[in-house]
């Protein structure tokens, strides 16, 4: 062999040899751009199938395709990831990116939010959304950061009423009652003034606690009674509507400080829109639901003004106990409630 055809022989195989570690590189570094560059895992106690499950599928959809797949979103519903206050506890860690639920629920991380959900304090869906979105939505926004949490927008389980074994039309069917209590102070103490005796139980364990007989009754929306089939362990249903329940999507502060500015952008999208349609999806089967607990052969009682009022005469005693147990700050926040009312 000349020296002239080693030479070409070796060019050629520096020539292959380059063009092959060249596509080879292109190739890994096309694998890696197609990997997200973050995770998000969001936690919801909130069954399928529900307007909530539907409006989280919905985020997913538009962040995966506004951030051309640089966050990749997982949903876990129906507790799947655990109950609500080991999931919010998990979302200030950081372990969970984003969370869904009730105020109540945040009450463990938040104590102050438990005054959203004072006994008959909102007398209408209307007069919760003018307060949440217009009078302290900044005020919880600030509250939430420096507790670990980035508020993004509202969203609703509505209002709550009374699931039970027996039949209920004043406080006094109460008594001695074992009823299930979310786990928060305000509930707890709603239950109490009504002479019931709360049991805090997990939303992941209240259909066996009722099917067991460890309580006899508990206290949720329509939507969420057939969503999570508590209604298959009770008998009777009144529309006390005695707490109008927000709710809440919120993201773990870590998270949302990991982010560029532009991403940011996405995960928040428009928080007032998005309060809109998930309030719209869970009042538009209100009514329906309502009727579907006579379809389940379960008696649906609806009170008269004087019977709802003398649920409401209670009240009273679970406002000032919160007043006088909270902090500065959550004293702050009822009186600019209040004051809007």
């Known amino acids: 062999m000349t020296q002239r055809t080693k030479l070409s022989t070796t060019r050629r195989r520096f020539v292959q040899g380059s063009t092959a570690a060249a596509a080879s590189t292109f190739f890994i570094g096309r694998a890696r751009a197609e990997e997200p560059e973050f995770v998000a895992k969001v936690a919801t106690v909130a069954p399928p199938g529900t307007p909530w499950a539907k409006q989280l599928r919905k985020l997913k959809k538009t962040i995966k395709e506004q951030t051309e797949g640089r966050i990749k979103v997982k949903t876990y519903l129906g507790g799947a ?7 919010i506890e998990a979302t200030k860690r950081g372990t969970i990116q984003i969370w869904g639920g009730s105020a109540g629920a945040l009450s ?36 939430l950061w420096d507790r670990g949490y980035k508020l993004m927008f509202f969203s609703e389980n509505g209002y709550r009423s009374i699931g039970s074994s027996f039949p209920v039309q004043s406080p006094a069917d109460l008594k001695g009652k074992k009823m299930r209590s979310q786990q928060s102070d305000v509930h707890l103490d709603t239950w109490k003034s009504m002479s019931a005796s709360p049991v805090p ?25 057939f969503a999570a089939s508590w209604y ?38 428009d928080p007032a829109d998005l309060a809109k349609k998930g309030r719209r999806g869970v009042r538009a089967i209100g009514p329906m639901l309502e009727q579907n607990f006579v379809g389940a052969g379960i008696t ?13 005469a209670k009240a009273d005693e679970v406002h000032a ?21």
């Open 81 to 87: 990831l655990g109950g609500e206050e080991a999931t």
């Open 108 to 143: 463990s991380a938040l104590p102050e939010i438990n005054c959203l959900e004072l006994p008959y304090l909102f007398e209408s869906e209307k007069t919760a959304d003018r307060v949440l979105d217009d009078v302290i939505r900044e005020d919880l926004d600030r509250l």
């Open 201 to 225: 139980i997990a939303v992941t364990e209240v259909l066996s606690a009722l099917q067991t007989g460890v309580v006899e009754g508990f206290d949720n929306t329509p939507l969420f009674a």
């Open 232 to 269: 298959q362990a009770i008998t009777h249903f009144t529309l006390t509507k005695h707490i109008y329940q927000p709710g809440i999507v919120v993201a773990s502060r870590k998270f949302w400080e990991s982010l560029p500015a532009e991403l940011q952008t996405v995960v928040l999208g």
């Open 300 to 312: 649906l009682t609806k009170l008269s003004a004087g019977e709802r009022a003398a649920f409401a």
């Open 321 to 341: 106990k919160f007043r006088k147990s909270t902090s500065s700050e959550g004293k702050a926040l009822l009186d600019k409630i209040k004051k809007a009312l």
